[in-house]
C-alpha cells in the first residue's frame, strides 16, 4: 500500500533532462547519464511515481533492484509503496547461500548474484533498473527470480535502447520504459 497515492498526470520529457557522455565508457559510446535526473528533483519524483503507479497496477509483491543505479530509483519506489526491496548483485558482493547467473553484456560478460532467502515461491517481482540495452543483465535477474519459482510481473526502466532490442530477451514479462533512445 502506498504511503500517499499519486497518479501522474501529466508527460514529462526526460529526454531532454538526459545528458550524453560522449565516447565513455569506450570511443564511439553515447552514455545516457541518468545522474542528469536525480539531479533534478521533479524529474526524478516523475520517475518514481510512473514506476509507482505500475507497480500497484501489476499488484507487485517485491522489487529486484539491479546492482548499482537500479538501486536508486528501487530505493525510493520501495519507500514509497512500502515494498520490500532485494538486491541482485555482482557476484562476490552478497553474504549468505545465493543464486547466480552469467550473462553477456554490452562490453564483455559478467555474473550476478541474489540471496535465496531474499525472495520466496509465488512472489510476484518487479525488476527496477536505470537501462535496457542488449536485456542480459535484466534477463540474468528474471532467471534468478525464476529460480527461486517466483514471478517477473514487471521490468522497469529509466532508458532504453531500442536499437539494441533488449527488450526481446524479457519475453514473459511487461517491459516498462520511461524514454527512448
Known amino acids: 500500500m502506498s504511503f500517499y497515492n499519486h497518479t501522474i498526470s501529466r508527460v514529462m520529457d526526460l529526454a531532454a533532462i538526459i545528458r550524453t557522455i560522449p565516447d565513455f565508457p569506450k570511443p564511439g559510446i553515447q552514455f545516457k547519464d541518468i545522474e542528469s535526473i536525480t539531479e533534478n528533483p521533479e524529474a526524478f519524483r516523475y520517475v518514481i511515481d510512473s514506476f509507482s503507479d505500475k507497480v500497484q497496477e501489476l499488484k507487485v509483491d517485491k522489487l529486484l533492484v539491479l ?6 530509483f528501487g530505493a525510493a519506489i520501495g519507500y514509497k509503496e512500502g515494498l520490500p526491496i532485494v538486491m541482485a548483485r555482482k ?7 545465493t ?31 536505470d537501462l535496457l540495452a542488449t ?17 517477473v510481473v514487471l521490468c522497469a526502466f529509466v532508458i532504453e535502447l ?16 520511461l524514454v527512448h533512445f
Do not use: M
Open 67 to 72: 546492482d548499482a543505479r537500479g538501486f536508486l
Open 91 to 97: 557476484k562476490g558482493k552478497l553474504g549468505g547461500e
Open 99 to 129: 543464486v547466480t547467473e552469467s550473462y553477456s553484456l554490452e562490453y564483455g560478460d559478467a555474473t550476478v548474484e541474489l540471496q535465496k532467502t531474499a525472495i520466496s515461491k509465488g512472489d510476484r517481482v518487479a525488476i527496477i533498473d
Open 135 to 151: 536485456g542480459g543483465t535484466a534477463s540474468a535477474a528474471s532467471s534468478l527470480i525464476e529460480k527461486l519459482d517466483a514471478h
Open 162 to 177: 531500442d536499437a539494441l532490442n533488449g527488450r526481446l530477451q524479457l519475453p514473459d514479462s511487461e517491459v516498462h520504459s
